[in-house]
């Protein structure tokens, strides 16, 4: 649910999505001019730089393409999966809003399931939290053992100090699916619950078997 050197600040989106021209991060690989010092060229970018901005590149084509939703999709796993590429995330978080907006303009409100995951998602990156929490609570009502609406649960509440409802959602997401044991260790956006014990003692609990959750037998949309 570390700081590094930002890049200059973009200048605010006001173009048409049609005629967007994304920024691309800087080139790291240039090489330095023969007469540079050892001592004054860049140290080489750590391998999680590279991972985040070949995501952040698809991103950026897949919104030329005007796939608003692939793209927000992948700006928004840059944030998740490399929260220490700080200088990547400004331009992340831009092009996110422009996604969010897009699919609020062009798409109706979410009605299934995987639907309102996704817009779950863009709520929480934009700090969200109410918005969030109410397409949630619809997933978690219809389908109550979703193990990915559980732990979203966990880390809206966390963001918004609520300890008892987020830890509560994550023991359930956890027992249904002990790999989000792994992720809640990791997770920024659960930083909030570090120091409160029943938070560590989620993570530290023995493992157990991932339970066979039954998918519901039809959505409460598809009436």
């Known amino acids: 649910m570390a700081k590094q050197r930002r890049p200059s600040k973009p200048a605010k989106e006001k173009a048409s999505p049609s005629t967007v021209r994304p920024a691309r991060p800087p ?18 970018r750590r391998s999680t730089y590279i991972e985040a901005v070949a995501i952040y590149e698809r991103g950026l084509d897949a919104l030329q393409h005007h796939d608003y939703t692939g793209a927000a999709r992948l700006f928004g796993s840059v944030l998740q999966k490399y929260p220490e590429e700080k200088e990547l995330h400004e331009r992340v978080r831009l092009y996110l809003n422009i996604c969010q907006r897009q699919a609020t303009r062009e798409e ?95 993570l530290e609990s023995p493992l157990t078997p991932r339970v066979e959750r039954r998918r519901p037998f039809r959505s409460r949309t598809g009436r």
């Open 27 to 44: 080139n790291r690989q240039a090489s330095a001019p023969a007469t540079t010092s050892t001592s004054a060229q860049q140290s080489p």
């Open 108 to 202: 109706p409100a979410p009605q299934t399931i995987d639907e309102r995951l996704f817009a779950s998602t863009i709520a929480i990156n934009g700090g969200k939290y109410d918005e969030a929490l109410s397409h949630l609570r619809l997933v978690r009502d219809e389908d109550p053992d979703n193990d990915h609406a559980l732990y979203m649960l966990a880390v809206a509440h966390a963001q918004r100090g609520e300890h008892a409802e987020a830890i509560a959602h994550l023991e359930r997401a956890i027992a249904m699916n002990p790999e989000n044991r792994g992720l809640a260790r990791n997770d920024p956006d659960l930083e909030p619950l570090r120091g409160d014990e029943s938070f560590r003692a989620a």
